[in-house]
Structures are given as C-alpha cells and as structure tokens.
C-alpha cells in the first residue's frame, strides 16, 4: 500500500473518521471501495510540533504507570476508551512485551483513523494497527467472524464477554484485510471479486490465508483458475502464491492443470507431428512464423539438463531424407532439357516445390545444427552428386535454394557448430564448393539473408582443417574462378595467405630452427 503523510494531532488526540458505504441489513459493509484508503489517507497539512501538556510527567515509565489498565492505542478514539472501562477486554492478535511499547512520537502523533460499520448493531470490534501509522476500527459481529474464519474462532470461548475487541499489531495490508473481513458478509465470494485485478486478488488470498478463511480461499482459486493470465510474469506470481497451498490439503489441482499436465515427459511424437505440420504448410507467411516460433522453442528446450529426449533426432533426419527425395525429383524435372518450354501451369508446381524443398532442409539443418547433431546431415549432403550434377542444368533462379544449404554447412564446421570428419569435410567441397561459386552472384545480389563475410570465412576455416595437399588443390582451383570473375566469386585470400605460410615459409623457418639448435 501506498505511503501516506499522518496530521499531528493537538494535545496527542486521535482524529476519528467514519466513512459510510453499502451497509448490509446487518450493519456492515460489503466490500469497501479499493481508493478508499488511498482518498482518506491523504496528507491534508505538514506536520506540525506537538504541544505537551503541563501535567504530563517527564519519566515515560511514571507516565504508564498512571495511566488505566485499558491499553489506549493510537486508532481507538476517547469515546471508545470510556466505553471499554475495566471490564473490557482486549485480545491481541500478537503478544507483545512491555519493554516493545510504541516510542512516545507516535502517541503524540495525529493519526488518521477509519471506522467502518455500524457501531449500534455490532458486537465486536476489530483494530487493526498499520505499519504505515494508521489505525483502522471495525464494527463486526462476533458469529461471522467465528463463522467464516478459523482464526477468529480461536480467538474466542463460551466465557467471553460480549462486547470484546480484538487487536492486530503490525498489519502489512490493512486495506486488503478491511475487504477480507468484509467479504465474511458476502455469500457469493467469487462475484465480488469479478472485475478485481489479479494481482488483488492475490493480496486477498493471503490475507484469508492468514485469517483462515476458507471460503474465501477457494473462492480466489476457483477466480484464478478461471481468470487469463497475461504474460509470463503475472503467471510466476500466481503459481508462486498458490503451490504452497498444496502441502495443507487445499485444492489448488485445477490451477496448475493450467501450466501441467500431470505428465512428466511430453509424448516424442507430438514435436514431431509439429515439425511434419510446418513441414508441408504451403501457406507462405503462416508457415514463415511458425518456423521462427518452433526454433527458438526448440532452442530454449535444449537449454534443459533433460531437453534431449523431448524431440528424436531420427524423426528429424527421416523428415531430411524425404526432402531430399522430393528435392532430387524436383531436380530431375527441371533440369530436363524441353522443361522451360512447358506451359506455366507445369513448370510453376516444379518450382514451388523445390524452393519448397531446399527452404525445409535449411530449417531442419538449423535444428540439427543447434542440437548439435548435424554431422551425419553434412554426410548426407556430401554424398548428394545426382543432385550436384543437375545442379547447373536447373535456372538459377531456382536452384540458389540448394546453394544456401551448402554455405550454412560452411559457415557451421568454421564456427566448429558441426564437427563431421575429415573425408567428409573433403568431400562436402569437393561436391558443393563449384556449385556454391556458380551461384555466388546471386546469393549476393538475390538473397537477403546472405551474409557474405561470414560465408568466406566459413569456406576458407573448413579449407585449412584439411590436409596441406587437399588445402592446395582446392585452393588453386578457387583461384582460377576468383581470377576469373573477381567480386563474383567468394574471397578466400585469407584462406589463400594462411596456406601459403604453411607451404612455404612454415618450412623454411622449421629448418632454420633446426640447423640453429644443431649448431
């Protein structure tokens, strides 16, 4: 609850207010208004020195020592005091020492109080003492109270009095515990709290926590359990409210079946019905999302000590090999040589589906890929000739799909992402680094997507993990097309500078090491 500025009182008098609203038949109230505390406990004057009376003894323990054996407290006014006399007594909600009495500034202090309910009809009343300064009265009725809260009830024996009042110090939520014991009145709980904010009602489900209201404890978990939850946020601030509950024999089942489904393990089979969905979506900007959304899922699953069992890498690369197939025929179709003289309706199936193709094999590859279990997929790959030789055969408006394959697997074993053998990382170039330059000018000038930099020096970090001979080889074959066509081409000169090092000065300066240590 907001802080709030308290008036001085003259002459160390407490300022009483009452404050009327929807009384019931039986003298209380419903539920109180939630600005009703913030409006009456608004600083209305600075703060003043108090004034001392000149009979007031200068030893507080002499002080306390003259006063009435009633306990006067800062939110019960002089009317109440006269009324309570001797033969009234009070309950304290906690027990407190002598020596704990409140300092003397705060008796002197003007205190704004609040009263609620009809004092004529009621038969109990409750003070609860704020810890932001203020004091709140309630006039209740001593068989609601016993009724609904078992807190209460305990409070209480045949032999009490009938007027007794009972003291809470110290109450962190005074305006929620006002509504509380103010819903005791309500038969219907849950639709008094429609409308309310959840994080309210959370305030109200402690407080009849505490008070042991269990009416009104299930009646906020039947609200909860009901109510959207918006954000992640305000769902970890229910869940944290609620599983506490469980150890004391309070039904809170039906709000966590919200966030559980009392089954440990999610079934495999339902991720893979997922990636098989998107998979064959034809639905561009739908499956486009989709695709986004079960990544960065899959990435935060695999963040999880046990996330490796929640998806099976096999259903993965059985959905890579039928792409493949469908890809390889997709191929075979387009690349046949009376292919671009067919009506639209024919060559523009084709087409959509071998972009189709190769944009799942890229999705699939990125899962692999952050799994980290792509090498077998870098094998696959490798071994894909048919669909290399046809490469050139097939527009290139087309067939730059299959060349982006090519390039994230590059960029993969630079980074160390994917780690495949050393005949495989030979092959894989030896396939696919041609086809890679044939469509170099297009990935640049045609795909966004593409990163430039980071492709070079994906190519030329797997070219120096090979052997000095096959580095040679495929190096100087890049040079002849890089000499050719120039910025058409990727730029492997750093590739091409380390090699040279290693070729021919790394042994020159070996020698020299040796002949000296000889020496």
Known sequence: MAETKLIKAEKGQTKIRNVPIAVTPEGFWCCPAPVMFPKTLKASSPLNKPKLTPTAPKNPVQKKQAQAPAVSRPGIGPDDQIKQGHDEPVLSATSIPESTTKPKMENIQRKVSIEFGEPGTSDLKVVLFGKQGFTVKLSTHKSVL????????????????????IEIDDCEDVEIYVETVGLMYCKEIKQRLIKQSISRVLRILKVAEQMQFSFCIQSCLEYLEAVPWVGEEEEEKVLSSVLHLQGEGIGITPVLKRVSSGVSKPPKDTISNILELVLKSNEERGRREMKNIVLKLLKENNNLPTSSDSVDNEAIYNSCKSCLDSLLSMFRLASAPDFTNNPMNIKEPVVKQLALDADNLSWLLEILTDRQAADEFAAI??????????????????????SCISARLFVGMGKGELLPSKDTRHLLLQTWLQPLINDYSWLQHGCRSFDKKVVE???????????????QSILLAWLGSFLKTGDNCPNLQRAFEVWWRRSFIRPHVESAKVVQSDS
């Not at 016993?146 to 009042?165: G, M």
């Not at 790959?381 to 299959?402: K, M």
């Open 146 to 165: 016993v009724k609904s809260s078992s807190y209460f009830a305990d409070k209480f024996t045949e032999h009490q009095p009938l007027l007794p009042i």
């Open 381 to 402: 790959w490798a071994n894909q000739q048919e669909l290399a030789s046809l490469h050139t055969s097939v527009p290139i408006v087309s067939r730059h799909h299959v």
């Open 457 to 471: 020096e994906g190519i030329g970090r797997t070219i120096l993990t090979l052997p000095l001979e096959d580095q």
